[in-house]
C-alpha cells in the first residue's frame, strides 16, 4: 500500500513530540521472525498492519512462503514493523506487547481479519476485542495504548527502514544473502515471484 491510501505518519515527530528525544530501545522492540538464524537469506517484510496488500500477501502467499521456504530452513524472515497510520502502530505497540511466542499468531489474526476491525465503525474497539482474545486483559490494552515511549520506538525504527533501506511503500521485502546488498520488492508479488528473488539473492 503507499504511504497516500490513509493518513500517514509522514512526520512522526509532530504526532508523538520528543521523537527525537527517544530512550534506549524497548526490548519489545526485539526481532520478531520465523526461520533458522543461519539461514543463508534473510527476508525483511516492512509492513502495516492496516495495509490491505500486505493482508493480501499474508492470506494468499506466507502459507506457502512458510512451508517452502521458512520451514525447510531456505530463509529467516523478519517483520519490521512500517506504520502507515495511527491505528497501524497502535496495532503494532499491542502486538510487540504480547508474549513473543504470540507475536506470529497475532499479527497473522490481524492480517487476516482486517475488515472485521482496522475498517470497523469502531476500529479501536474492534482491535481491543482481538487483543482480548490473545489474553491482553482491557485495563493492560489501555495501558499499551498510551505507552507512548513503545510508539515512539516503533515510529523511531520505520524512520531508520526508511533512511537505510529507503522503503517508501507496504508491503516491501528486502532480500539479502550474507554480506552482498540487499535488493528490495515491494507489493504483494506471488510466491513464484518470492521464491525468484531468494535464489537471486544467493547469485547477487
Same mark, same amino acid.
Request: aromatic residues 8%; neutral net charge; glycine residues 6%.
Given at each position: 500500500?503507499?504511504?497516500?491510501?490513509?493518513?500517514?505518519?509522514?512526520?512522526?515527530?509532530?504526532?508523538?513530540?520528543?521523537?527525537?528525544?527517544?530512550?534506549?530501545?524497548?526490548?519489545?522492540?526485539?526481532?520478531?521472525?520465523?526461520?533458522?538464524?543461519?539461514?543463508?537469506?534473510?527476508?525483511?517484510?516492512?509492513?502495516?498492519?492496516?495495509?490491505?496488500?500486505?493482508?493480501?500477501?499474508?492470506?494468499?502467499?506466507?502459507?506457502? $512462503?512458510?512451508?517452502?521456504?521458512?520451514?525447510?530452513?531456505?530463509?529467516?524472515?523478519?517483520?519490521?514493523?512500517?506504520?502507515?497510520?495511527?491505528?497501524?502502530?497502535?496495532?503494532?505497540? $499491542?502486538?510487540?506487547?504480547?508474549?513473543?511466542?504470540?507475536?506470529?499468531?497475532?499479527?497473522?489474526?490481524?492480517?487476516?481479519?482486517?475488515?472485521?476491525?482496522?475498517?470497523?465503525?469502531?476500529?479501536?474497539?474492534?482491535?481491543?476485542?482481538?487483543?482480548?482474545?490473545?489474553?491482553?486483559?482491557?485495563?493492560?490494552?489501555?495501558?499499551?495504548?498510551?505507552?507512548?515511549?513503545?510508539?515512539?520506538?516503533?515510529?523511531?525504527?520505520?524512520?531508520?527502514?526508511?533512511?537505510?533501506?529507503?522503503?517508501?511503500?507496504?508491503?516491501?521485502?528486502?532480500?539479502?544473502?550474507?554480506?552482498?546488498?540487499?535488493?528490495?520488492?515491494?507489493?504483494?508479488?506471488?510466491?513464484?515471484?518470492?521464491?525468484?528473488? $531468494?535464489?537471486?539473492?544467493?547469485?547477487?
Amino acid at each position: 500500500m503507499s504511504p497516500t491510501r490513509r493518513a500517514i505518519l509522514a512526520a512522526p515527530a509532530l504526532l508523538l513530540p520528543g521523537l527525537a528525544l527517544a530512550q534506549a530501545p524497548d526490548p519489545r522492540l526485539a526481532e520478531r521472525g520465523v526461520g533458522p538464524a543461519d539461514a543463508p537469506v534473510r527476508v525483511q517484510e516492512f509492513f502495516s498492519l492496516t495495509c490491505s496488500h500486505c493482508a493480501a500477501f499474508h492470506r494468499e502467499v506466507f502459507p506457502k $512462503v512458510k512451508a517452502e521456504l521458512v520451514d525447510k530452513g531456505a530463509i529467516r524472515l523478519i517483520w519490521r514493523d512500517f506504520p502507515l497510520d495511527r491505528l497501524a502502530l497502535t496495532a503494532a505497540q $499491542v502486538a510487540r506487547s504480547l508474549p513473543e511466542g504470540q507475536y506470529e499468531a497475532f499479527i497473522g489474526t490481524l492480517l487476516n481479519n482486517q475488515d472485521r476491525w482496522a475498517f470497523s465503525r469502531d476500529p479501536m474497539a474492534g482491535l481491543a476485542q482481538m487483543a482480548g482474545l490473545a489474553g491482553m486483559p482491557r485495563p493492560k490494552f489501555d495501558e499499551v495504548v498510551a505507552d507512548d515511549s513503545l510508539a515512539r520506538a516503533i515510529l523511531e525504527q520505520r524512520s531508520v527502514a526508511e533512511r537505510e533501506y529507503e522503503i517508501r511503500a507496504t508491503p516491501t521485502f528486502s532480500f539479502r544473502a550474507g554480506d552482498r546488498a540487499p535488493r528490495n520488492q515491494s507489493g504483494s508479488i506471488p510466491f513464484e515471484r518470492f521464491q525468484a528473488l $531468494v535464489e537471486e539473492a544467493k547469485k547477487a
